[in-house]
């Protein structure tokens, strides 16, 4: 099947399209990108070459495979639900080629992550047969009814909910990077943001915050819609430091699960990693439950 690189953000579009897609059809199961899903990871940072790490397999005009390879030695891939899963095998040697590239530059040892869902018995056994290991570390797939009741604790004295407008790029993008950094420097820069606040898919009315008496961002999450599927999504979800443990990102959550029912989605969804286990704690205090892990595979390359 015919693949080409990434060539503009008009290829957005059919990457859109493909997300909703292969979301309505493994429905109710989960799958390995949401809209929002992708629109963050283009827009999030500034230094993604998209033309040279994601390849699309297309079958006309329609994309029915994204390989998706993030720097240094990661890779993403998917096919539409029905489409032969040869191309797979495809995706695995370009995303192998782009991490030798880049890692045997620097003389490291080179090993490539993917992923596969554990309900997904044909990806698990291609990627074995490419030599693939499971290692133990795996993210976990969540999801709560939208028409369950949303109960939210009370505000902290002082405190509001808001969304981000235009006026409040540097303070959102502050409390980005500090939620963050417990993790390393983030990517996120003043000028990604505006590119991300002018992407499709984006809402502004989704883009909550939690604001203190001062005008601190304390809490902050973003929430995505996908419209046909009734499918609402958060990526990502951030408290800073200073005020963890607070129940802060509790609120944001809850204000954004409103927001979503608001605009006629019956389920929202949510994942995070296994090596984050406040953040497990976090959803499922929001009423999230697991639904599925995501195991990572590691191959050593020559």
């Not at 004295?157 to 409040?168: C, F, I």
Request: aromatic share 10%.
């Amino acid at each position: 099947m015919p693949s080409r690189p990434y060539t503009s953000e008009g290829d957005l579009v059919l990457l859109i399209d493909f997300a909703r897609t292969v979301t309505g059809a493994r429905w109710p199961g989960t799958t390995y990108w949401h809209i929002g899903d992708l629109v963050w990871l283009l827009f999030a940072g500034t230094d993604f070459d998209a033309k040279r790490n994601i390849r699309l397999s297309m079958d006309r005009e329609a994309v029915v495979g994204v390989a998706w390879f993030e720097p240094p030695d990661y890779a993403q891939f998917d096919v539409r639900p029905g489409t032969t899963l040869d191309i797979m095998n495809d995706m695995l040697a370009w995303a192998e080629q782009r991490c030798s590239e880049l890692k045997g530059l620097e003389g490291d040892d080179v090993t490539l992550t993917a992923t596969a869902l554990e309900s997904h018995a044909d990806r698990i056994a291609l990627l074995e047969r490419n030599d693939y290991a499971r290692t133990d570390r795996y993210g976990v797939r969540m999801r709560r009814s939208l028409r369950a009741p949303i109960a939210a604790p009370p505000l902290p004295e002082g405190m509001r909910l808001r969304h981000a407008t235009d006026a409040d790029i540097d303070e959102r993008v502050d409390v980005h990077r500090d939620a963050w950094s417990v993790w390393g420097p983030s990517r996120v820069t003043a000028e990604a943001y505006r590119r991300l606040r002018k992407a499709p898919r984006y809402e502004q009315e989704l883009d909550v915050v939690l604001e203190t008496a001062d005008g601190t961002f304390a809490s902050y999450c973003i929430g995505w819609q996908d419209q046909a599927n009734g499918v609402g999504y958060f990526e990502p979800v951030g408290t800073r430091p200073h005020f963890a443990g607070q129940g802060l990102a509790r609120l944001v959550v809850f204000e954004t699960l409103h927001r979503l029912r608001e605009r006629g989605m019956h389920t929202a969804v949510m994942q995070t990693a296994s090596i984050n286990p406040r953040a497990l704690a976090l959803y499922q205090s929001c009423g999230f439950e697991v639904i599925e892990r995501e195991y990572w595979y590691e191959k050593r390359l020559s």
